[in-house]
């Protein structure tokens, strides 16, 4: 889908469908009283006779108005002024582009900035570039009969003043972002057959090949044999697929520029190992690769955004399967850091791949680490699917991810790495074990991360929850791409 912002007057624009809001009680926007006006007043007729109440996220789609260039107008409602906020208006902006999705219009205008819908306009921009890129992704490409593709084509944000640059600059990125979120959508809704450590090394380098600023280098296992890093290789032990450990580098910035590591978990389907999963839903285990799904979609989304800055990407990937040569519970591995681990349960298999990942990524002298991981079921249990748990071992650095997650909407929830902690994780016969008990799974689990993680500044971030959607809207969300992409928009404006 293709987004523009341009000013304009909302009786003027040829288009398919032109939105404008109404506030409840009935008083139009700016945009909506000056197409009143132009449309000898229908809209006030129609608000008159009670069909469209300005109910927030409510919506009333009237056709072929005399007075309006547009075929269509939907009336949109904002609820009451008062009520507006970060909430209301991703739902206001949700509902409209459902409606105008449900419309056969191939080109629309939308007037969501002139009344500051709830934040600041260049928020509210956002919002609705990712609202309506939402709308229009589908997860066909292995139906045989591919689903009806989205009418709605073209997107442009209208302004009743001239729009600054900061705005455009706000829909061009967050464009971006919207096909960094389909890259990660795609690779994480594909099963585990086909979307294999292999088939994200493939992604990786294709990636490389598109975008002249990215390189891309994939270790195979004898490479990482020779890293030692014994803790990741003990998860693939059961598999017949090859592990990767795939690395990107994004120049976009001076060579002498420190660059920002994201290390995504890409275990392509997580069976639990010896350690088996319950059977019920473990389908979903194929979304274990959200991680790794996320810094590719990122880097895509950076590399089109052209962003001044230097970042790099580390994904180990492998599968966790149970079989005859695959790691036991009670197994002792050691990790590339020279720390041993015991292998209490072999589920516990993403912190084991991280960890050599994290100790790997210390060769790209990091200003910062962020690892992208979908953890822990327990950060399900204490976070749902609205906020993405954070861990750091730097206070500026939680800050940073907290503020990046207002500002996309894509939202994280500090939770303690405080050193009591860790007794949790001791073990009687190595330097550690890779579980800490049911209590405090989530934490324990970041603990165990940030025994290899004490070289450089480094926060974690557990996305069980908020990678994808279970039952009857099971799917990737492409989280925590905007989260990640605004984090680094913010890091390449710093000083
Ligand atoms: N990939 C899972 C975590 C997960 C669970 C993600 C549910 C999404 C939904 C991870 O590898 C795992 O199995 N973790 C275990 C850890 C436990 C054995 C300490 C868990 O959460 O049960
Ligand atoms: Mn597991
Ligand atoms: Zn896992």
Redesign the pocket.
Known sequence: MEFSIKQGSPEKLKCGCVVVGVYEGGKLSKAGQLLDKATGHSLSDVIARGDMTGKSASTLLLHKLAGASAERVLLVGLGKPAELNNRTSVDILRAACSALHATSAKDAALFVTDDGVGKDAGWVLKQAVLAAADGAYRADSLKSKPSKPATLKQVTFITLEKPNAELKKAVAQTAAVTHGMELTKDLANLPGNICTPAYLAAKALALGKAHKKIKTTVLEKKDMEKLGMGSFLSVTRGSAQPPKLIALEYNGAAKTQKPIALVG?G?TF?T?GI?L?PGSDMD??K??MCGAASVLGTLQAIAEMELPINVVGVIPTCE?MPGSTATKPGDIVTSMSGQTIEIL?T?????LILCDALTYTAKFKPDAVIDI????????IALGHVASGMFANDDKLAKELVGAGEQSHDRVWQLPLWDDYQPLLDSNFADMA?????AG?TI??ACFLSRFTKDYRWAHLDI??T??LSGKNKGATGRPVPLLTQFLIDRSARK
């Open positions: 978990k275990i997580d639990g350690s999963k979903e285990m979304y274990d966790n349960n589920d516990a298999e993403g912190r991981a979908t953890l822990t079921g327990a950060c399900v890779n579980i800490g008990g049911r799974g324990t689990a069980a929850g990678a994808n």
